[in-house]
């Protein structure tokens, strides 16, 4: 009887011995996992080999460098929780490309890409800008005595004096190849730059398409013909 109490004993002994050895083992697997881990988070997070030291923009003449940081900035501000917690210091979290979507906030951008040097830690930035195609000017119709808008293509009750300044409360903005208004214009007539006086929409401001993009491609096609052909336009008028 006594042989057996001492044997279970020991069996006891040694089970609780192993059961001690594994809890001992795991709780030094997970604190050099966790160690690992802080390790890698401090290193991402805190480690100057991530931060930015340098930063250059190419490409720009007329838009601010403020105003393109601030545009970066803002889409790193809309992504991932992580993004933002690393911050904008950290050369990981930085976009290489930007949709449409994100450089509508400045109209004169067509393209904007970012180049990281690891090793410099070091970022590039070039800027595409919209290049002027012709201007566009959105154009009140003159109001006569009656309150009825005067057609410019009769004579009937227009002055001299008035056909002179029938374009004064225009609106006028440069556009791109692609049809998008980018930039406040002067309002210009002669044959140098292109001209486009619409009568029929009302002013739509930066960023905006000249035309519903079904008819964007007809209005180029006739500055194609303008430009093959011999002619003399003073004015492409665009009425109701």
Not at 101 to 121: A, H, M, N, Q, T
Not at 190 to 195: F, T
Request: include cysteine; hydrophobic fraction near 40%.
């Amino acid at each position: 009887m006594t042989k057996e109490t001492s044997s279970l004993s020991l069996s006891d002994v040694y089970k609780k011995e192993n059961r001690r050895r594994r809890r001992i083992i795991l709780g030094l697997i997970f604190l050099i996992v966790y160690g690992v881990f802080l390790g890698g988070a401090w290193l991402v997070i805190r480690s100057p080999l991530f931060q930015i030291q340098k930063i250059e923009i190419s490409g720009n003449k007329t838009i601010l460098n403020d105003d393109i940081l601030a545009l970066v900035s803002r889409k790193m501000s809309n992504d991932s929780f992580w993004k933002q917690l690393l911050g904008a210091e950290n050369i990981l979290v930085w976009p290489e490309n930007f949709s449409s979507d994100d450089l509508r906030i400045i109209p004169e951008l067509k393209g904007l890409s970012v180049k990281k040097d690891y090793e410099k830690r070091s970022i590039g930035i070039s800027v595409e800008k919209r290049q002027p195609f012709a201007v566009w000017c959105f154009t009140k119709p003159l109001i006569n005595a009656d309150g009825e808008p005067i057609n410019a293509d009769t004579n009937q009750n227009i002055s001299i004096n008035q056909l002179d300044n029938q374009h004064t409360s225009a609106s006028c903005w440069w556009f791109d190849n692609k049809g998008v208004l980018f930039a406040r214009a002067l309002q210009v007539e002669g044959n140098l730059i292109a001209v486009v006086n619409d009568y029929s929409q009302k002013n739509l401001g930066l960023g905006s398409d000249i035309l519903p993009s079904e008819f964007i491609s007809n209005i180029f096609s006739v500055f194609n013909v303008i430009s093959r052909g011999d002619f003399s336009v003073k004015e492409i008028r665009l009425s109701d």
